[in-house]
Each structure stands twice: as structure tokens, then as C-alpha cells.
């Protein structure tokens, strides 16, 4: 299987499904990352920057993904940006990686840039379009500190169907997490390790196992 994770930003695809990820791996599947967006100055010191770009390659190597992919749009301001173009860089990507299965962040997410990403994203993926672009399989993950942050609304609400099992992946999930020093958060916000152990032991016990990460499906073509 060839794979395709999409994170707005460096960290979301950890967080989001990490564990999936790692599973995907000691199946022997091949992995790629698309980063979205890139921090920037004067919103982040170039110290910050640099730190961030160590951190990413570590994560990349963690991983052993087959290939990284960066775009260089502003973090934080996607909105400024025209969608024609990001779904173009997002629809060279694909081209590229020719993933079979595509994980990307939840439509309702709070921040502007993860709903930007995801309306891009399957803009470029339409489903008519499947036997060119290849992709079968979407699943949407939640990202602490976005998807539950977002306010109340039906039609934005996460509301998973589809569980994985990442009871052997977890610790390492939360090893790679650690990797993010600039993102990663003192307990009990959301980005704690403490936290996301928590999350992944909910969705666990929702579906009867010790840790899972949950999803929901986009579109599965068979």
C-alpha cells in the first residue's frame, strides 16, 4: 500500500495518526509526509525556525518516510493565499506519491489553516477523478488542540468511524511526539504526552482495545 499524510502543519500528522502511521510501516507500506505550511519571521524568530527544521527532519527519519514534501505557504496565513494555487501543489504531490490511501487533518478544525488544507485537498482528490489520481481511500484524524477546540456545530463535529489499533505503537508514537520540543506541552494541555496517551486510551476503550487512534471516512472506493 502506498500512503499519503497531509499536515497542515509539522506535528498534526503525529498527533493525529501517528500510531496508524507507524502500523503502516511494520506492515511494510510505503509512507510519505506533505507539510502544508512553513513558520516564518517575524511571527517566529529565526532560532525557532531552525529548531522547527531539526525537529522535521528528526520526525521524517523516525518515521522512515519514502519521500517529504514541503510547500512554502505561510503558516498561519493560508487565508491570504489563492486555493487554485494550493490545490495545484497538492495535486503535484499526489501525482508524485500516487498514494492509494490519503490521511488528512478533520474538516471542522478550528484553525483556518487545517480547514483551508482539507477543502484543497479533496478539491484535488475528487472522486470522479479517482482513476487518474489513484487515491481510493480518505480518512480524516482529529489533532489535539484544534479539532476539540473547535466550537459547538453538528456539521463540524469529529465523529469517527473507522478505529485503528496502535496498542504496540503507542510508546513510540509518544517518542516521536517528544521529538516536536518546540510543540510539545506541559500536562494537562493538549499537546502533553500525557494527554494524547489519554485520547488514544478513549478511542481504545470505544472500540474494546488498550490504545487506538480514530477516523473518519472520507470515501473508500472497492
Not at 525556525?49 to 503558516?75: G, M, S, W
Not at 487565508?79 to 504531490?93: H, P
Not at 463535529?157 to 503507542?170: E, G, K, M, N
Amino acid at each position: 500500500m502506498r500512503v499519503l499524510v497531509i499536515a497542515p502543519h509539522p506535528d498534526d500528522e503525529t498527533l493525529g495518526c501517528g500510531g496508524t502511521l507507524l502500523k503502516h510501516r511494520a506492515a511494510g507500506d510505503s509512507v510519505s509526509w506533505l507539510i502544508v505550511t512553513r513558520g516564518h519571521e517575524p511571527l517566529w524568530s529565526a532560532e525557532a525556525l531552525a529548531n522547527k527544521e531539526d525537529e522535521i527532519k528528526r520526525v521524517a527519519q523516525a518515521y522512515e518516510f519514502e519521500q517529504t514534501f514541503r510547500f512554502e505557504y505561510p503558516a498561519t496565513g493560508m487565508n491570504t493565499l489563492l486555493q487554485a494555487e494550493i490545490i495545484a501543489g497538492v495535486s503535484r504531490v499526489v501525482a508524485e506519491a500516487q498514494p492509494s490511501s490519503v490521511y488528512l487533518n478533520h474538516a471542522g478544525d478550528i484553525h483556518s489553516d487545517h480547514r483551508i488544507a482539507f477543502d484543497s485537498v479533496i478539491s484535488a482528490i475528487k472522486p470522479f477523478n479517482s482513476g487518474r489520481h489513484g487515491v481510493k481511500r480518505i480518512l480524516s484524524y482529529e489533532t489535539l488542540s484544534s479539532t476539540e477546540a473547535a466550537p459547538p456545530d453538528h456539521n463540524r463535529a469529529f465523529l469517527p468511524t473507522v478505529f485503528c489499533d496502535i496498542t504496540s505503537f503507542i510508546e513510540r508514537k509518544l517518542e516521536i511526539m517528544s521529538l516536536y520540543r518546540t510543540e510539545i506541552q506541559p500536562y494537562p494541555l493538549p499537546r502533553a504526552n500525557e494527554s494524547i496517551r489519554a485520547l488514544a486510551r478513549f478511542r481504545g476503550a470505544t472500540v474494546g482495545v488498550e490504545y487506538a487512534e480514530a477516523f473518519m471516512l472520507i470515501r473508500d472506493l472497492v
